[in-house]
């Protein structure tokens, strides 16, 4: 059985609404925004790549990356050649510059898990992210907490009433521009 990780940049307060930039969004670019550049901060983007078998996206998040992503070779050259998933119920087709196995349920995400390979690795994507959690099929969280309370926006945990889910930091890292490094195993 594959896991699934559900990595994010987020605030402290949740959100994790256009962390690099989205025109409709008040606050968009915020993990740059008055933050120093640290590389070390950012060391685990380069092993999630490392390690991934496979990308799973939403719609949203696959239609904003599929321009985009391809045309960064050196950045983004281990998921551009793996693999790529997009759950949505509404995407007609693949976009042919980066394409991607289109998955129609939660249900063929679970199917999907149960396959062989390397970890799932899920990006962006809140309401996907969400649905995952809800489901029980988030196996880790990879998070990258930027010292910045947001108010509104697209938030990573859902909201809906559910039974406590425990976490077991298995990762943590405090850096001078105050990222902190969380990772996180869900508890079964």
Same mark, same amino acid.
């Given at each position: 059985?594959?896991?699934?990780?559900? &990595?994010? /940049?987020?605030?402290?307060?949740? +959100?994790?609404?256009?962390?690099?930039?989205?025109? =409709?969004?008040?606050?968009? @670019?915020? &993990?740059?925004?008055?933050?120093?550049?640290?590389?070390?901060?950012?060391?685990?983007?380069?092993?999630?790549?490392?390690?991934?078998?496979?990308?799973?996206?939403?719609?949203?998040?696959?239609?904003? /990356?599929?321009?985009?992503?391809?045309?960064?070779?050196?950045?983004?050259?281990?998921?551009?050649?793996? !693999?790529?998933? +997009?759950?949505? %119920? %509404?995407?007609?087709?693949?976009?042919?510059?980066? !394409?991607? %196995?289109?998955?129609?349920?939660?249900?063929?995400? $679970? $199917?999907?898990?149960?396959?062989?390979? @390397? !970890?799932?690795?899920?990006?962006?994507?809140? %309401?996907?992210?969400?649905?995952?959690?809800?489901?029980?099929? +988030? =196996?880790?969280?990879?998070?990258?907490? /930027?010292?910045?309370?947001? *108010?509104? *926006?697209?938030?990573? /945990?859902?909201?809906?009433?559910?039974?406590?889910?425990?976490?077991?930091? +298995?990762?943590?890292?405090?850096? $001078?521009?105050?990222?902190?490094?969380?990772?996180?195993?869900?508890?079964?």
């Amino acid at each position: 059985m594959r896991q699934i990780i559900v &990595t994010a /940049f987020v605030s402290l307060d949740g +959100v994790m609404e256009a962390p690099g930039g989205e025109a =409709d969004y008040r606050n968009s @670019g915020w &993990t740059h925004k008055n933050i120093e550049f640290l590389p070390d901060a950012y060391e685990i983007k380069g092993r999630e790549q490392d390690e991934a078998g496979a990308l799973l996206l939403g719609r949203a998040s696959y239609e904003a /990356f599929a321009p985009v992503w391809p045309l960064m070779t050196e950045e983004f050259a281990g998921y551009n050649a793996m !693999p790529r998933y +997009v759950v949505s %119920t %509404t995407l007609k087709e693949q976009d042919e510059r980066w !394409p991607a %196995t289109i998955l129609r349920s939660i249900d063929e995400v $679970a $199917a999907l898990k149960e396959t062989e390979g @390397g !970890p799932i690795s899920v990006h962006g994507s809140a %309401t996907l992210g969400k649905s995952l959690a809800d489901a029980g099929l +988030v =196996d880790r969280y990879h998070l990258l907490v /930027f010292p910045v309370l947001l *108010g509104a *926006g697209k938030r990573l /945990f859902s909201e809906a009433d559910q039974d406590a889910v425990k976490l077991d930091l +298995v990762e943590y890292e405090a850096y $001078a521009n105050g990222i902190q490094k969380q990772v996180f195993d869900v508890v079964r």
